[in-house]
């Protein structure tokens, strides 16, 4: 099969949508004449003209909410955040516009649409550039949140997403569009809300999605070397949660490990550890670990970015807390 980048997959996912649908556009910072700040709409002007792929000022709220009243008459946008840390100037858009129209409408008007763009550190970029908002949108009743952790799954839950029909916030993480990774020549989609299991173990499981599933996979090397069997699930969106999956690993390995780059407070490791107790308590043979961000804004310093950030080693060690190997 072939290999191609994360910001590819996600540009065909927008590509062969917008062929396939005439109402579909892209809007945002960069998109159009720059190809997009990562390239991700690299040559989609070129195609698709300055009425679908469209360059906005600096001015988040403005497009937002020109892409909310796009959405509530019948046209399907993809609105790009240059960082979602931007998104929160336009957060009045997503959360009490485009989240409650169908249901404040009675259903008259929806807003089929999608939010994408990078979340998370993306090395030194400071406090105001590097935070994750996946769990204060997946705390918002009316929105689905998608992240996935790569290229296959970037382009199948990306097209999922713009079929969808409610508002969906995608999230990528800056520090993967480069990433190389198998993608299908034919056109194939994923379900929205359903975890995927990465690999089968008897030990112990360790939940994450995102970015955060490449240090799984490290560390899951490093505890297989120690006699570990670890049962790896990517969760790939966070809202709806699949609890189902997780439930039904724990009932086999009796442990549980989440990882999650956000900070630790009302994190989505909060909800799946409380799923998790009132599911499947009985099946627990050790508390529940969890590796977070540290619970401070994000340093400059590069020794201080990684000793904030989830590391293979903390993940190593709270696997062993719990399987006492």
């Given at each position: 099969m072939r290999e191609i980048q994360f910001r590819e997959a996600l540009r065909e996912a927008m590509n062969e949508e917008m062929r396939e649908n005439e109402r579909i556009f892209l809007i945002g910072e960069e998109v159009a004449d720059y190809n997009g700040a990562y390239k991700v709409?690299?040559?989609?002007?070129?195609?698709?003209?300055?009425?679908?792929?469209?360059?906005?000022?600096?001015?988040?709220?403005?497009?937002?909410?020109?892409?909310?009243?796009?959405?509530?008459?019948?046209?399907?946008?993809?609105?790009?955040?240059?960082?979602?840390?931007?998104?929160?100037?336009?957060?009045?858009?997503?959360?009490?516009?485009?989240?409650?129209?169908?249901?404040?409408s009675g259903g008259h008007f929806k807003c089929h649409m999608v939010f994408r763009g990078p979340t998370g550190s993306a090395g030194q970029l400071g406090a105001q550039h590097s935070q994750n908002f996946e769990n204060w949108y997946a705390n918002t009743p009316g929105l689905k949140v998608v992240v996935p952790s790569n290229p296959y799954d970037a382009k199948g839950l990306l097209k999922s997403s713009i079929r969808d029909g409610n508002p969906v916030i995608f999230m990528e993480s800056e520090q993967m569009y480069g990433m190389k990774g198998e993608v299908p020549e034919e056109t194939y989609t994923l379900e929205l809300g359903k975890a995927h299991v990465v690999k089968e173990g008897s030990d112990v499981t360790i939940v994450s999605f995102g970015k955060m599933m490449l240090r799984v996979l490290e560390a899951e090397k490093a505890l297989a070397e120690a006699g570990v069997s670890a049962e790896i699930i990517d969760m790939r969106t966070v809202r709806p949660l699949d609890h189902e999956t997780i439930v039904n690993s724990i009932k086999k390995t009796n442990r549980l490990v989440i990882v999650e780059e956000a900070w630790p407070l009302a994190s989505i490791s909060s909800e799946i550890t409380y799923q998790v107790q009132r599911h499947a308590f009985d099946y627990l043979d050790a508390p529940i670990r969890r590796v977070t961000s540290r619970d401070v804004p994000l340093p400059y310093a590069p020794t201080l970015v990684e000793a904030y950030l989830p590391s293979v080693k903390a993940i190593v060690e709270a696997v062993k807390g719990v399987t006492y190997k």
């Open positions: 709409s690299q040559g989609m002007l070129a195609e698709f003209g300055a009425k679908r792929v469209i360059d906005t000022p600096i001015a988040e709220l403005g497009f937002a909410g020109i892409a909310v009243g796009a959405a509530m008459n019948g046209l399907i946008p993809i609105v790009e955040f240059m960082t979602f840390n931007f998104s929160l100037v336009a957060i009045d858009q997503v959360i009490n516009s485009a989240a409650k129209m169908n249901s404040m």
